[in-house]
């Protein structure tokens, strides 16, 4: 067990797909990192792809000709189960969130992740991580907005405008470039709506942490994401406009049980033009308060 396990380590010194193994999470695993990236488009788990109706609609219609019991419940047994990317308070919240807080791990390839952190070292490293400004949603962060991208980029960044973007959107043309230190994190807050729309997506780099949804009226109501690297997220609707998010600290990291150790983490946050602005016209990046 130890010397598979420190094979593992080795193998995940750099990889992420190496990291999902670890994690022993989510739908799919693998012997190693080079099958479960090979069959990444072949081999496809889509958990949650009926909706409650939808799988009752099924069932409903088979079950008078197979003349057997169903389970229980399919949320319930995702809670229990607890694997995925998101869990919540309750099987009410998660599934009325289904389309409005969205994680699809491995959004990008390890390439991809690789070409987007090479590409935003240099600037970020240019500046100097900030703390505690008296309004600071963020600590231990610094970062930038970024309108040119190499062309490597630009197709990447397209094809998030493409998974979590209706076609009547319109996007800020500056992506917010966030870059949190490993002690660093944000505090519950709501993207300001002078300088955000409906929808906000980000993807994240190098170290895995958990996002925390809160509904600010009934505080009793949460998700939390997990978000490895190379993930995407979508927060929407009233997952973008009643529930504060944030990014916890290393010592409050953990997604149900399980401590997800925090490193240095960069995100990459695309977002929807407020309504009623015209495109074209640059917005600042929310000061997340
Ligand atoms: C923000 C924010 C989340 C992230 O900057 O407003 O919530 O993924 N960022 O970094
Ligand atoms: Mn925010």
Same mark, same amino acid.
């Given at each position: 067990?130890?010397?598979?396990?420190?094979?593992?380590?080795?193998?995940?010194?750099?990889?992420?797909?190496?990291?999902?193994?670890?994690?022993?999470?989510?739908?799919?695993?693998?012997?190693?990192?080079?099958?479960?990236?090979?069959?990444?488009?072949?081999?496809?788990?889509?958990?949650?792809?009926?909706?409650?109706?939808?799988?009752?609609?099924?069932?409903?219609?088979?079950?008078?000709?197979?003349?057997?019991?169903?389970?229980?419940?399919?949320?319930?047994?995702?809670?229990?189960?607890?694997?995925?990317?998101?869990?919540?308070?309750?099987?009410?919240?998660?599934?009325?969130?289904?389309?409005?807080?969205? *994680?699809?791990?491995?959004?990008?390839? +390890?390439?991809? $992740?690789?070409? &987007?952190?090479?590409? %935003? @070292? !240099?600037?970020?490293?240019?500046?100097?991580?900030?703390?505690?400004?008296?309004?600071?949603?963020?600590?231990?962060?610094?970062?930038?907005?970024?309108?040119?991208?190499?062309?490597?980029?630009?197709?990447?960044?397209?094809?998030?405008?493409?998974?979590?973007?209706?076609?009547?959107?319109?996007?800020?043309?500056?992506?917010?470039?966030?870059?949190?230190?490993?002690?660093?994190?944000?505090?519950?807050?709501?993207?300001?709506?002078?300088?955000?729309?409906?929808?906000?997506?980000?993807?994240?780099?190098?170290?895995?942490? *958990?996002?925390?949804?809160?509904?600010? +009226?009934?505080? $009793?109501?949460? &998700?939390?994401?997990? %978000? @490895? !690297?190379?993930?995407?997220?979508?927060?929407?609707?009233?997952?973008?406009?009643?529930?504060?998010?944030?990014?916890?600290?290393?010592?409050?990291?953990?997604?149900?049980?399980?401590?997800?150790?925090?490193?240095?983490?960069?995100?990459?946050?695309?977002?929807?033009?407020?309504?009623?602005?015209?495109?074209?016209?640059?917005?600042?990046?929310?000061?997340?308060?």
């Amino acid at each position: 067990m130890g010397r598979l396990l420190s094979g593992r380590l080795k193998m995940a010194a750099s990889g992420r797909l190496a990291m999902r193994m670890l994690s022993g999470c989510g739908w799919v695993r693998g012997s190693d990192p080079a099958v479960l990236s090979r069959l990444r488009d072949e081999a496809v788990v889509r958990p949650g792809f009926l909706s409650q109706a939808e799988e009752d609609t099924l069932t409903r219609e088979l079950e008078p000709q197979l003349r057997r019991r169903r389970y229980d419940g399919r949320l319930a047994m995702r809670m229990l189960s607890g694997c995925g990317w998101v869990r919540g308070s309750d099987p009410a919240v998660l599934s009325r969130l289904r389309d409005e807080a969205v *994680v699809r791990p491995g959004f990008l390839s +390890q390439a991809e $992740e690789d070409t &987007l952190t090479r590409e %935003l @070292e !240099p600037q970020l490293r240019r500046r100097r991580y900030e703390y505690d400004h008296w309004d600071a949603a963020i600590h231990g962060f610094r970062e930038t907005e970024k309108s040119r991208w190499s062309d490597a980029s630009q197709a990447i960044l397209h094809r998030v405008q493409e998974a979590a973007f209706g076609p009547d959107e319109s996007l800020l043309s500056l992506v917010h470039v966030l870059d949190l230190e490993p002690q660093g994190y944000i505090k519950p807050h709501v993207d300001s709506v002078k300088f955000c729309g409906s929808t906000i997506a980000g993807l994240s780099l190098l170290s895995p942490s *958990v996002m925390k949804l809160v509904h600010t +009226q009934e505080p $009793e109501q949460w &998700l939390e994401l997990l %978000l @490895e !690297p190379g993930s995407l997220y979508i927060l929407r609707g009233s997952a973008r406009y009643d529930f504060s998010h944030e990014i916890l600290r290393d010592e409050e990291s953990f997604f149900g049980e399980r401590h997800v150790p925090r490193g240095r983490r960069i995100s990459v946050i695309c977002r929807s033009l407020p309504e009623g602005m015209g495109s074209g016209r640059p917005g600042k990046p929310p000061p997340a308060s």
